[in-house]
Structure formats: C-alpha cells, structure tokens
C-alpha cells in the first residue's frame, strides 16, 4: 500500500466508499486521525497514508512551532508523495469490502497538493473518482 497507512472501515457490510486522505504539514496527526473518524462514522473507508515514511516532526500535533514542519516540507519529495498517494488509492481499490468504483482522495493544506497531482495524471480517471484539497487552520488562527 505505499507507505505506513492506517486504513480504518465502517461499522457495517460493504461494499464501501472510500476516502484517501492526505494530511496536512504536520504529517499524520490527531487533527487528520479525527478527520478519518468522522468520516468512518459516515460509512466511508479511510486510508491515511504517512508520507514521510516514519520520518515526520517529532511533534505532529504542536501547532505553536512551526519551524521543525518547515524543514519537513523542504524536504518532502511531493512526486514521491503523490506516487505513494496513487499506491494506495490502487490497494484500496482492491480491499475486500471497498466499492472500488468509489475512492476518493482528499487533502489538507500540504496534502491537498498530492491528490491534485494524482487528478491532474494521465490515469487518474481510473483510478479515482473525486478529490480536492482543504486548508485547516487551528483554533484561533485567521486567513
């Protein structure tokens, strides 16, 4: 499946919708662990792929420094990140219990910009069927 995912399913029989998601700067965090919650609870299949491979800030959910996230981004490689992305929207396709006609990828602020890398590719009609990227702000923060 590409990078460590953690893939949470529905309470329920399938076959399921599914949602690929992509988080934020901060890498897989409780801000998006939430975001896949909800969405589970809605009935829908969720992956959420780390591509920072295990080597993402140390603290994912300090939103008060955002300095180590800076380094982290710099280093990002975002084709590899969208090459992991597409992986795992494949694997999904092919769970049991997963309609494979309805996976979808979605992204939050650096994340957003993996899945439209994989709408924007030649195969992208086949293998997913909708996605856009989300910009999240913490409590108290304007835009």
Partial sequence: MGPVTEVLMPEGGGPHPAVVLGA??????SFIRGVQEKLADLGYAVALPDYYHGNGPVEPDNYDDFT?????????????????????VDAMRAMP????????VWGYCTGGARPHRLLAGRRSGQRVSGGGPFIHLPAGTHA
């Fill in 97 to 104: 219990g997963i309609d494979p006609r309805r996976v979808a």
């Fill in 68 to 88: 180590e996230v800076k380094e982290h981004i710099g280093r990002l490689d975002f084709t590899r990140g969208a090459r992991d992305l597409a992986a795992t």
């Fill in 24 to 29: 934020e700067a901060y890498g897989v965090n």
